[in-house]
């Protein structure tokens, strides 16, 4: 079947702009994690969403950051007021269930000039 | 402060060797852990998880766990070119659904 698939795979954007990025995981998968990674770095934690309320979101960095699942499938990660050290490859997980493992999507590469 | 801890590397190991990857981690109540492949400019792939102490084997692929020790290891058999990538070590968090992840280790393996 389908993985997970993310939107756009790259965007480029004025520091100060409102991005929003999208994820639409496994059919199926209960859970749902976004991670950014840097270069150099693993992943780091986000938010995760089990069904349509986010079971964890002590990840994100701030209050310009926001995700939603409304409909527990597709997620919406959201930046406001993009700054330059938001630049990164923003990952999106699912699993079956919050014990499963994680499937990964291609990524969507941020970059904030 | 849990945190997933990997040698960096790089690691440079000769086709058909054994190649052997490490991982500590700190939150003593971690339950499962997982091995990820990354190649360059790709996203992680699931290669091995395991949750109970001992060995589990997939192919060319064995993960050890020692929990005792807290310590997570992933080696790869009869190592091919075609492996080397940047391996991230990964545990759950003992009361929710995140995984930690550490910052991997770069495998290089020559022909």
């Known amino acids: 079947g389908a993985g997970v698939s993310q939107t756009p795979s790259n965007k480029v954007t004025e520091k100060g702009k409102y991005v929003e990025l999208r994820c639409d995981p496994i059919s199926g998968h209960t859970a749902l994690y976004w991670y950014r990674q840097s270069l150099g770095q693993g992943p780091e934690f986000l938010i995760y969403?089990?069904?349509?309320?986010?079971?964890?979101d002590s990840g994100l960095p701030n209050d310009r950051f926001f995700a939603v699942r409304p409909e527990g499938s597709v997620s919406t990660l959201k930046i406001q007021r993009t700054e330059r050290g938001d630049s990164a490859v923003y990952l999106c997980?699912?699993?079956?269930?919050?014990?499963?493992?994680?499937?990964f999507g291609n990524g969507t590469r941020l970059t904030v000039t | 402060q849990k945190e997933v801890e990997q040698n960096s590397g790089p690691l440079s190991v000769p086709e058909g060797a054994i190649a052997s990857l490490n991982c500590t981690y700190s939150d003593r109540g971690s339950q499962s852990f997982f091995w990820y492949r990354q190649y360059s400019g790709k996203s992680p792939e699931l290669i091995m998880f395991i949750y109970s102490n001992g060995d589990k084997e997939d192919g060319r692929f064995t993960a050890q766990l020692n929990k005792a020790s807290q310590y997570v290891s992933l080696l790869i058999r009869d190592s091919q070119p075609s492996d080397s990538a940047t391996y991230l070590c990964a545990a759950r968090g003992s009361t929710l659904g995140r995984l930690y992840f550490g910052r991997g280790t770069q495998l290089t393996v020559w022909p």
């Open positions: 969403f089990q069904g349509t309320g986010a079971a964890d």
């Open positions: 997980a699912s699993s079956l269930w919050w014990n499963s493992p994680l499937h």
